[in-house]
């Protein structure tokens, strides 16, 4: 038995000592992802500090690489509290779902279709694997673009 191994398969696209994100198994559309801190926490005025922060810079890049690995220029971030608020698994986290134009026939049928398609499916594994790589891929450019980015600022000011 491969103690790697997870049953069923996730697929995780950043892991980081507070934080993980992966696919969503029933996405309400293509590249839906979950960011949730590691330690258990029922809601998000239970998340520490530090997973707050980090979180908040993960949702940033996290938002960032799937659209590149997408090809969608929009999306949701979503985070429900509480039973009432429509959580329902009871480990606070985010949902960041993309949000592909829709072309219905009225303005207001298109409002009422939030997140996306409105209607959760299950999540195909080989796709998800092929797409939980591309957005690994583009998490690691757009790290390594920023930290471009932050070395061109210090050169630039010594």
Not at 8 to 33: E, K, Q, T, Y
Not at 132 to 142: M, Q, Y
């Amino acid at each position: 038995m491969n103690p790697d191994a997870t049953t069923p398969p996730s697929f995780v696209v950043l892991s980081a000592p507070l934080v993980i994100a992966f696919l969503d198994i029933m996405p309400l559309s293509h590249g839906h992802l979950l960011v949730c801190p590691r330690a258990h926490r029922p809601k998000l005025t239970d998340a520490t500090r530090e997973e707050s922060l980090q979180m908040g810079n993960h949702l940033r890049v996290l938002s960032a690489a799937l659209a590149r690995a997408t090809g969608v220029q929009d999306w949701n971030v979503v985070q429900n509290n509480g039973a009432a608020a429509a959580q329902v698994v009871p480990h606070m986290h985010y949902h960041i779902i993309p949000r592909p134009e829709i072309r219905a026939s009225g303005r207001l049928s298109e409002s009422f279709t939030m997140f996306g398609r409105g209607q959760r499916e299950e999540l195909d594994d080989g796709e998800a694997e092929s797409l939980a790589g591309r957005i690994r891929a583009e998490v690691a450019c757009v790290l390594a673009e920023e930290l471009q980015d932050e070395k061109g600022k210090i050169n630039a000011n010594l």
